[in-house]
């Protein structure tokens, strides 16, 4: 998805990837990027993760944009719930 969005802009984009196991770390990396002012443009996230999930992350990352502690940063959250639920309803 993101790279065929990527080939449509016709736009060669130079990506540094930062890799989060949870939302804690995600938010760990935006909270240390920002301290050496580093811009961080977009975080890509999994709703089920286990210790702070996707939209737990967003709510605090949106709430952080809001006060103007941080400048604003494209979420994007995933999920394969909707997969499991299908699965489960085609195995009933």
């Keep these: 998805m993101i790279t065929a969005e990527l080939k449509s802009m016709n736009k060669y984009v130079d990506l540094k990837i930062i890799e989060?196991?949870?939302?804690?770390e995600s938010l760990l990396a935006l909270y240390l990027a920002n301290k050496m002012n580093i811009q961080i443009n977009?975080?890509?996230s999994d709703e089920t993760m286990p210790f702070i999930s996707g939209s737990q992350s967003s709510?605090?990352?949106?709430d952080l944009f809001s006060r103007g502690v941080i400048s604003k940063v494209n979420m994007f959250i995933s999920t394969a719930l909707?997969?499991?639920?299908?699965?489960?309803?085609?195995?009933?």
């Design 82 to 92: 909707h997969v499991v639920i299908q699965m489960v309803s085609i195995l009933k």
């Design 59 to 62: 709510h605090i990352i949106y």
């Design 20 to 24: 989060a196991n949870d939302g804690l």
């Design 42 to 44: 977009a975080i890509i």
